[in-house]
């Protein structure tokens, strides 16, 4: 019994060993992610691609359902004015200050084509 448990005990490491070599491998290797929120900067631009009118400005990030100045429609190209992130938990969601028809707001990353596919 005492043998089955070290068994169990090296393949547990060696299967942690693997992982950690694949981890340390992807970040060597020199791949890098796609654009996404991190790299957007101040004055870049964003396309709405959520459907239809669904995408909402919203006076702060993480507004409400009802809360939102005005709906965005899909394809719109907005220029970033600012960025911020909304945490719950450990769940983070940046948003992207931005003007639309003269109206200052929010926009979540996940109405854009800035996030992560």
């Known amino acids: ?13 060696i299967i942690v060993g693997v ?3 694949f981890i340390a491998a992807l970040l060597c290797s020199g791949l890098h992610p796609v654009v996404w929120a991190g790299e957007v900067k101040v004055g870049d631009p964003v396309t709405i ?13 993480a507004c409400g ?3 939102h100045i005005t709906r ?3 394809g719109t190209v907005l220029t970033v004015e600012g960025t911020d992130i909304f945490a719950i938990g450990t769940f983070e969601v940046k948003w992207f200050a931005v003007v639309y028809e003269n109206q200052r707001g929010w926009i979540s990353i ?7 596919k």
């Open 1 to 13: 019994m005492l043998s089955a448990i070290f068994r169990c005990l090296a393949n547990g490491a």
């Open 65 to 67: 359902p009802d809360q």
């Open 49 to 61: 691609v959520t459907p239809g009118i669904e995408a909402r400005l919203c006076p702060q990030p």
């Open 110 to 116: 996940y109405d854009t084509d800035r996030a992560k």
């Open 19 to 21: 992982f950690l070599l």
């Open 72 to 74: 965005i429609p899909e």
